[in-house]
């Protein structure tokens, strides 16, 4: 039986979008607020700093298969003017079927639609292009013709013959953030709206090779709500949908200053009927890390044997030595 579960589970990775893009191909993150490129392009740029480099890493599954290891590094420039930039790559390797999913994306943003109070209110528009390639290496697959109802698997009895291991393809995506910047206030909104895989890219693992990549619609918000000069809640959400797969996220986490270089954070999300999410971390001057552990509520957790999955994440922000008040403002915290 564990060895038709593995073989369930890198086929059902590998299948994802087959039948004419209608299940949810791409990887996600519970720290999804701490990988912002990947969530929405126009959150390029969307600090206060002149660079930031974030890396972000996910381990999945690993009491039932070869853990589902998802790595994502970024990194994005605040051009202080009316563009932002930048870049970012992200993996996902899957199981024991040797199934690997690679994105590399550049991003540019329009952050020139400002208003209210010293242009705290602030629209921004994102654009993202790049490339997607998904590959897997055949003979680490375990099919159903080689098991044998005496004996289990037996590697010596042929399997199903493919004809194509990888394919590339460009891709592209875009999206709209509002934010208020404006310090000083008790309550400072935010939230956006982005599309990825505009040009719903073709799927060549599918039947015929000509299915599309289903579009992935991501809708996220929330509001950081300052309690006192030390402590501060920010409560947000996420929705996301691709084909007929959607996830719906919410929580919220608490920032309390230690002293004046230090915060620390603290919070939980829940992925509806899916898991529980709590997450720990803390900044230190120009750095933020943060660890989140997913605990299992759906009915998965029956077979998985308390395997859940793990996040940590890490962001640095460089800034001038010199900052004028004029540039200081609240960052739209996800």
């Known amino acids: 039986m564990r060895v038709k579960i593995k073989v369930s589970l890198v086929l059902l990775c590998i299948g994802l979008g087959v039948a004419k893009g209608r299940a949810q191909v791409d990887p996600h993150f519970s720290q999804y607020y701490m990988y912002p490129s990947y969530l929405n392009p126009a959150l390029t740029g969307a600090f206060d700093g002149d660079y930031r480099v974030t890396g972000i890493y996910r381990s999945q599954w690993g009491n039932i298969t070869t853990p589902f290891s998802t790595p994502g590094a970024s990194v994005d420039f605040n051009g202080n003017k009316s563009l932002n930039y930048g870049l970012s790559l992200l993996q996902q390797s899957a ?155 919410f929580g919220g986490y608490a920032q309390i200053k230690a002293d004046a270089n230090t915060d620390l954070l603290a919070g939980i999300n829940y992925r509806v009927k899916d898991a529980f999410s709590p997450y720990v971390g803390f900044n230190y001057k120009s750095f933020t890390l943060g660890v989140s552990y997913d605990i299992n509520s759906s009915d998965l957790s029956k077979i998985q044997k308390g395997s859940n999955s793990f996040e940590l994440s890490l962001s640095f922000i460089g800034r001038k030595k010199v900052q004028t008040p004029e540039t200081e403002f609240i960052c739209p915290r996800l």
Do not use: C
């Open 95 to 249: 199981g024991d079927g040797g199934y690997n999913y690679t994105t590399a994306y550049g991003n540019i943003a329009y952050t020139g639609i400002r208003f209210g109070l010293n242009g705290s209110q602030r629209v921004v528009f994102g654009l993202q292009v790049g490339m997607i390639q998904r590959k897997f290496n055949p003979s680490k697959l375990r099919w159903g013709t080689q098991w044998n109802p005496s004996s289990g698997y037996d590697a010596s009895l042929p399997g199903d013959v493919l004809t194509r291991t990888t394919a590339t393809a460009f891709d592209a995506g875009a999206g709209v953030l509002y934010y208020d910047a404006q310090p000083g206030k008790k309550a400072n909104i935010y939230g956006g709206f982005a599309v990825s895989h505009l040009n719903m890219p073709e799927d060549k693992f599918s039947e015929n090779g000509a299915a599309k990549l289903p579009m992935r619609f991501t809708v996220h918000g929330g509001v950081r709500l300052s309690i006192s000069e030390t402590f501060s809640f920010t409560p947000n959400a996420l929705y996301m949908r691709q084909g007929t797969a959607s996830e719906t996220m």
